[in-house]
C-alpha cells in the first residue's frame, strides 16, 4: 500500500460486529414477533444482507462506519470485489475469524486477500 495505515485491532473490530449484530437484531424483531429458529436465520440474513452490501459499496458495514474502520484490499488499499465481500462475509457468519486469528487478522482476511484498517481521526 501507499501510506502506511494501522491495521484495526481487535477490541475495535469486536465492537464493530456487536453493533452490526445489533442492528440486525432490532430489524428482525421489527418483522419477526417469536424469538424461534426462523427469527435466527433471519438475523444472520440480515446481518449478512447489511454487512455485504454497506461494505460492497462504502467499504465498511454499520458498525465499521461507527468505528471509522475500513476494509481494504491488503495489496492495493483500495476497494475490494464484491465476490470477495460476499466470501469475506459468509465466513464471518460461520464464525470463521472469530475461531482462528493469524497474527491480528482472521482467516476471513487471509483467505480473501483483505485488511481492515483503522482511519485516521479527524483533523489529522
Avoid at 492495493?76 to 460461520?94: D, E
Amino acid at each position: 500500500m501507499s501510506q502506511e495505515v494501522e491495521t484495526a485491532g481487535f477490541g475495535r473490530r469486536l465492537a464493530a460486529l456487536v453493533v452490526d449484530w445489533g442492528a440486525s437484531s432490532l430489524i428482525t424483531r421489527a418483522f419477526v414477533s417469536q424469538h424461534t429458529a426462523s427469527q435466527s436465520f433471519f438475523q444472520l440474513l440480515v446481518f449478512f444482507v447489511e454487512v455485504s452490501i454497506l461494505t460492497g459499496l462504502t467499504g465498511a458495514s454499520f458498525g465499521q462506519h461507527l468505528l471509522r474502520l475500513r476494509v481494504v484490499d491488503e495489496t492495493t488499499g483500495g476497494a475490494v470485489t464484491p465476490l470477495r465481500v460476499l466470501a469475506r462475509t459468509a465466513m464471518i457468519c460461520v464464525v470463521l475469524p472469530a475461531i482462528f486469528m493469524n497474527h491480528g487478522r482472521g482467516y476471513h482476511e487471509i483467505l480473501t486477500h483483505t485488511r481492515v484498517i483503522r482511519l485516521p481521526r479527524l483533523g489529522n
